[in-house]
């Protein structure tokens, strides 16, 4: 009780609680391992700690008494950047709204742009959900396109292909609307199309059937109303009639695009995935405090590596 009154509550508290590498990386160890250090690729508990080098070596049945650090099996893997950086970035990009981009993340921790923008990727690999709980009650099934506006281009570069004479990527939104008893939650997904298998599927793998599922009048959410109380809001006549709306899907859109339009500025497709997990965990977690919202997702760095292969598109190098 005592360590959870003194743990930061802002910003400048956090760096200069974390400045000291010690405490930082006991830290890291007790959200890591909360029932005793383990080895992180045998899993065996019998290790010895050496303080000096803060390195654990395995006693059990990894072969050549292997080592390992607090980083080994983390996002923080092989990365030379100190763990007090790494906390400060995460505290960094849970706590603001709208994103830090990674100009600004090497000019505040003092590390080159190529490497704040390496550790901005693997900070939102980290907070991927992947839950298997599914949405119910009322949930809203709506998709928006991401991608750079036709009017802001030379001619040239115009399709003239589609709405906005430009390719973008189709983006399928899930939101489980609030209640008295816990606010609204979306999940995001980048869509190869949005055509009835892929939307339609999407919906039964995250919605309960027999919810109330609330899409606008495109046709390809029609095979739900098989599992599913679907009802219909016609953009065209109305933007709402009671209940039947998308409204808070549409204003998850605007806080969406503005954080990649005005923080980010221009998304690849490759890398959208990750922005969308970003931002889909920060407006989860709206209701919590910056404090509460960085100790829940700093258990979440174990368990996961990012590579820069394979973040730039080398997925089959190590």
Not at 74 to 103: C, H, Q, R, V
Not at 124 to 138: P, V
Request: contains cysteine.
């Amino acid at each position: 009780m005592k360590q959870e009154k003194q743990f930061p509550k802002t910003l400048i508290d956090a760096i200069k609680h974390f400045a000291n590498p010690q405490v930082a990386h006991d830290f890291v160890v007790s959200m890591r391992w909360p029932k005793g250090v383990k080895c992180p690729r045998c899993g065996s508990r019998r290790v010895s700690f050496t303080a000096n080098r803060r390195v654990w070596t395995c006693n059990g049945r990894c072969p050549k008494r292997q080592q390992f650090s607090v980083k080994v099996g983390t996002i923080m893997e092989d990365s030379p950047i100190g763990i007090d950086k790494w906390l400060i970035a995460m505290w960094l990009i849970l706590s603001a709204k709208n994103g830090i981009s990674s100009y600004e993340l090497h000019r505040t921790l003092g590390v080159t742009q190529k490497t704040a923008w390496f550790l901005n990727h693997r900070i939102r690999f980290a907070l991927h959900g992947g839950s298997i709980e599914k949405r119910s009650g009322y949930v809203e099934a709506d998709e928006t396109y991401i991608g750079a506006k036709a009017r802001y281009m030379h001619k040239d570069k115009r399709t003239g292909v589609g709405h906005a004479g430009l390719k973008k990527t189709a983006v399928q939104g899930i939101l489980e609307r609030g209640t008295a008893e816990k606010h609204s939650r979306v999940v995001l997904k980048v869509v190869p199309n949005t055509r009835r298998p892929e939307l339609c599927g999407n919906v039964r793998e995250h919605v309960e059937k027999g919810s109330t599922v609330c899409t606008d009048a495109l046709m390809s959410y029609d095979d739900l109303e098989r599992d599913y109380d679907r009802r219909v809001i016609d953009h065209a006549e109305s933007y709402a009639q009671g209940h039947v709306h998308t409204n808070c899907l549409e204003n998850f859109w605007s806080l969406l695009k503005r954080a990649l339009k005005g923080t980010y500025v221009n998304v690849e497709p490759f890398h959208l995935f990750r922005y969308l997990d970003e931002q889909a965990y920060r407006f989860n977690e709206r209701k919590s405090s910056d404090s509460e919202r960085f100790l829940a997702a700093v258990p979440s760095i174990a368990g996961r590596r990012l590579t820069y292969r394979g973040l730039t598109g080398n997925v089959g190098a190590n």
